[in-house]
């Protein structure tokens, strides 16, 4: 699972390390992103354009949008055949922004679980694959929404947690966006990333609460 992630790098550092089109700079460093909030995505490979769309997949065919609050992550091996995810795994894959997320884990069962912040070894940032979709208001306004797909943990997430984000590496981000991309080649595509590309280190539980959104609180704690 996915349940919180961090985007702390500036714009232009952004727009460099992942090769990505001009933008106008909407996405500002953030410490502690969690679901419901506007997200950075980018959606035509071609493009590479940044918009922002709310973390919490809500199917064009709900009655009620509430229903995104259950639908952050997605699971990669079935998301091609469910209902409420099949059409977007077709044509409205996206890329998600980001430099690390977080898993919560406690050495002995009585202790409060402490959050570890998951990163690449060399700080770049990477992109999540996601689907989006656009759901129509009875009023007729239009909502803008997206998930973040999940596999099974490499290496290192699997002593913290069952799931992992699915991280893409630069040779296989874009080709997630591609029309034409055959299905089996994007399923393959959904493997865990290499364990020794990463890192992670205990933070503060102030990532607990969505408001602390500050760089203070990714300060690795003394273990």
């Known amino acids: 699972m996915c349940g919180r992630f961090t985007l702390t790098l500036d714009p232009g550092e952004l727009q460099e390390l992942l090769d990505l089109g001009p933008f106008v700079h909407i996405v500002q460093p953030r410490y502690n992103i969690a679901p419901s909030q506007p997200i950075p995505i980018v959606k035509d490979a071609n493009k590479r ?24 992550n997605a699971r990669s091996e079935t998301a091609h055949e469910k209902p409420s995810f099949r059409a977007a795994f077709k044509r409205r894959r996206c890329l998600i922004l980001a430099d690390g997320f977080f898993e919560w884990h406690a050495d002995q069962k009585s202790a409060p679980k402490t959050p ?6 060399n700080d770049h940032p990477f992109t999540f694959a996601g689907l989006y979709e656009h759901w129509q208001a009875p009023e007729g306004g239009e909502l803008h929404t997206c998930t973040i797909l999940t ?6 997430v699997k002593d913290y947690h ?15 966006l591609a029309e034409d991309a055959d299905k089996n080649k994007l399923l393959d595509m959904l493997t865990p990333y290499p364990a020794e590309e990463m890192k992670c280190f205990p933070v503060s539980r102030a ?11 990714l300060e690795p704690l003394k273990e």
């Open 116 to 121: 570890y912040l998951f990163k690449l070894k």
């Open 49 to 72: 354009e940044v918009e922002l769309y709310r973390w919490g997949f809500v199917p064009s065919w709900a009655d009620d949008p509430a229903i995104g609050n259950r639908m952050i």
């Open 151 to 156: 596999c099974p943990p490499n290496d290192l």
């Open 162 to 176: 069952n799931r992992m984000p699915v991280m893409l590496g630069e040779s296989a981000r874009w080709h997630w």
């Open 207 to 217: 990532v607990n609460t969505p408001s602390n959104d500050s760089p203070e609180i």
